[in-house]
T-cell receptor, first 115, second 112 residues
Framework: KAGVTQTPRYLIKTRGQQVTLSCSPI?????VSWYQQTPGQGLQFLFE???????NKGNFPGRFSGRQFSNSRSEMNVSTLELGDSALYLC??????????????FGQGTRLTVV | GESVGLHLPTLSVQEGDNSIINCAYS??????FIWYKQESGKGPQFIID?????DKRQGQRVTVLLNKTVKHLSLQIAATQPGDSAVYFC???????????FGKGTRLSVIA
């Protein structure tokens, strides 16, 4: 079956603009998590959605937001882009029943460059 | 708070040798751990996971060991191949509906 799909793969934006990234999880997976990856920083958790509800949120400013649709597809939005927002944005999906730990699978990521 | 760290940021291994990548975690409440492999330009790839009720789990050429006493996790790769060259991340999860917390990563370089 198809893996996690993220679009677009690459994006160049100007400071002050806003951007929307998309993630389609593996079929049957209801949990979608977003991570920001920058050189030397590892993966930093942004937020997680489960059944259209934000279940967890990381320590990022309110400029970072997201949502999940009824088909489990998720989008994240970054408003008023800053140079420091340049990063690889990764989406991970998992089945994630209540209080059940299951594998999380990542997409290829969206490489955002802010100029 | 919880944190996940790695003892070695880089590791160079001769092709054919075994590799051991280590990871320390700080929260004894962590009950689920995953190792990921990330190649250049790609997203992290799931390698193997282990739950806290186990101390060892084996996959194809990989073994994960969990020592809850000292809060230590390791990934062993047998007969390391050039294709194993990548950055390896360990991740921990605390309780059920909490996010994965990732370490900084270890770069594994395989010398042919």
């Amino acid at each position: 079956k198809a893996g996690v799909t993220q679009t677009p793969r690459y994006l160049i934006k100007t400071r002050g603009q806003q951007v929307t990234l998309s993630c389609s999880p593996i079929s049957g997976h209801r949990s979608v998590s977003w991570y920001q990856q920058t050189p030397g920083q590892g993966l930093q958790f942004l937020f997680e959605y489960f059944s259209e509800t934000q279940r967890n949120k990381g320590n990022f400013p309110g400029r970072f937001s997201g949502r999940q649709f009824s088909n489990s597809r998720s989008e994240m939005n970054v408003s008023t882009l800053e140079l420091g927002d340049s990063a690889l944005y990764l989406c991970a999906s998992s089945k994630e029943g209540t209080n059940v730990n299951t594998e999380a699978f990542f997409g290829q990521g969206t490489r955002l460059t802010v100029v | 708070g919880e944190s996940v760290g790695l003892h070695l940021p880089t590791l160079s291994v001769q092709e054919g040798d075994n590799s051991i990548i280590n990871c320390a975690y700080s929260n004894s409440a962590s009950d689920y751990f995953i190792w990921y492999k990330q190649e250049s330009g790609k997203g992290p790839q799931f390698i193997i996971d282990i739950r806290s009720n186990m101390d060892k789990r084996q996959g194809q050429r990989v073994t994960v060991l969990l020592n809850k006493t000292v809060k230590h996790l390791s990934l062993q790769i047998a007969a390391t191949q050039p294709g194993d060259s990548a950055v390896y991340f360990c991740a921990e999860k605390i309780a059920g509906n909490t996010p994965l917390v990732f370490g900084k990563g270890t770069r594994l370089s395989v010398i042919a």
